[in-house]
Structures are given as structure tokens and as C-alpha cells.
């Protein structure tokens, strides 16, 4: 990683921002001072992990999902319903990581657009399904193509091997959480 200059102090507001990586050394230099005893690895794998996840989604939004009138939320949930097709909201908001409250919020935006339809579901009356509209469908084929081309721009920063080997390192991260007992939404 390139050296970079020290951010400016706290307060400073007359010096430009100093860039994420920056940031992160700064942050590593005032955790060991502050908590010698601290695990600097640990934590600026997920302060790295997190920056770029939050940056690669960004860039999705702002430059795939916002222009075809969507969001990243919405290709989320549309996404899985075309993979696992009809769906409960409970089942959609684990496959896409979104609160209830939030999956039953953009139904209804998306109910709206025409691209989802509530149903009663087949199995207790009190309950719905979602299903995917042909609209719906329709979007989502765009949407992917659009968000898979921008993913392999993306993915071209790292050889085939390093793809593979960040795929199994994410993966063993996942299978970690169990072991520790991270809370994980419903």
C-alpha cells in the first residue's frame, strides 16, 4: 500500500479530507496508542472489508440502479425472487439480508411499479407471497445484466486465483459467525 500523508487533526475542516486508506492508517496509529493490546489485524481487515463493500454498492446504486429508476434494495429483493422464485417476506428478508420492516416498505413501492404482486399465501390465509410480475421479470434480466457487467469491471483487479481465493476467505469468515455466536437478521 502507498504511503500517504497524516490526516489532518480533528477540527481541521481547512484541509481537504484525507482519502479511506488514510484513514486507515491514522486509525491503526491511534488504536495501538490508545489500546496496545489491540488486534490492529483484526480490525483493519473489517474496516478494509467494509469500505469497499459499502464503495462497490455505492457505485451499483449510483450508477446502475438509480438511472433504471431502482435502488440496490430493490434489485436485492427482486434478485431473489428470480433465483428462488415466490417467496413469504420473512424468507425474503433473510435471502437478502433486509429487515421485515424494510422488505414489507419496498413490496409495496414495488407493488406499486408493478414489478411484485402480493398473494395470499397457499399455505395460512393471514400470510402473503411474493411473486415477481412479468414487469418484474423483465427488470430484473436488465438490472442483472447491467450489474453483472459492472461487477466483472470490477472483479478484472484481481487474477481468476485471487477471485477464487477471496470468494473461500469470505466464505470462511461466514461459517465463523456461527462458531462465535454473531446475531445474523430474521
Given at each position: 500500500m502507498p504511503n500517504h500523508d497524516r490526516p489532518a487533526p480533528a477540527g481541521d475542516t481547512s484541509a481537504t479530507p484525507p482519502d479511506y486508506w488514510s484513514f486507515v492508517q491514522a486509525a491503526q496509529r491511534r488504536i495501538s496508542q490508545?489500546?496496545?493490546?489491540?488486534?490492529?489485524?483484526?480490525?483493519?481487515?473489517?474496516?478494509?472489508?467494509?469500505?469497499?463493500?459499502?464503495t462497490a454498492v455505492y457505485d451499483f446504486e449510483s450508477t446502475i440502479h438509480r438511472p433504471a429508476g431502482g435502488t440496490w434494495s430493490s434489485f436485492r429483493l427482486l434478485l431473489a425472487l428470480w433465483v428462488s422464485g415466490p417467496l413469504s417476506p420473512n424468507e425474503a428478508?433473510?435471502?437478502?439480508?433486509?429487515?421485515?420492516?424494510?422488505?414489507?416498505?419496498?413490496?409495496?413501492?414495488?407493488?406499486?411499479?408493478?414489478?411484485?404482486?402480493?398473494?395470499?399465501?397457499?399455505?395460512?390465509?393471514r400470510s402473503?407471497?411474493?411473486?415477481?410480475?412479468?414487469?418484474?421479470?423483465?427488470?430484473?434480466?436488465?438490472?442483472?445484466?447491467?450489474?453483472?457487467?459492472?461487477?466483472?469491471?470490477?472483479a478484472e483487479a484481481l487474477t481468476d486465483d485471487e477471485q477464487h481465493t477471496l470468494v473461500t476467505l469470505l466464505e470462511k469468515?461466514?461459517?465463523?459467525?456461527?462458531?462465535?455466536g454473531a446475531r445474523a437478521r430474521r
Open positions: 490508545e489500546f496496545p493490546d489491540a488486534d490492529l489485524d483484526a480490525n483493519r481487515l473489517f474496516l478494509s472489508l467494509n469500505r469497499s463493500s459499502s428478508a433473510r435471502l437478502t439480508g433486509m429487515s421485515r420492516a424494510a422488505v414489507s416498505n419496498l413490496t409495496g413501492t414495488l407493488v406499486g411499479k408493478g414489478l411484485l404482486r402480493r398473494e395470499a399465501s397457499p399455505d395460512d390465509g402473503v407471497t411474493l411473486r415477481l410480475t412479468e414487469d418484474g421479470l423483465a427488470k430484473i434480466r436488465v438490472a442483472f445484466r447491467a450489474q453483472n457487467e459492472r461487477e466483472s469491471q470490477w469468515l461466514m461459517e465463523q459467525r456461527e462458531r462465535i
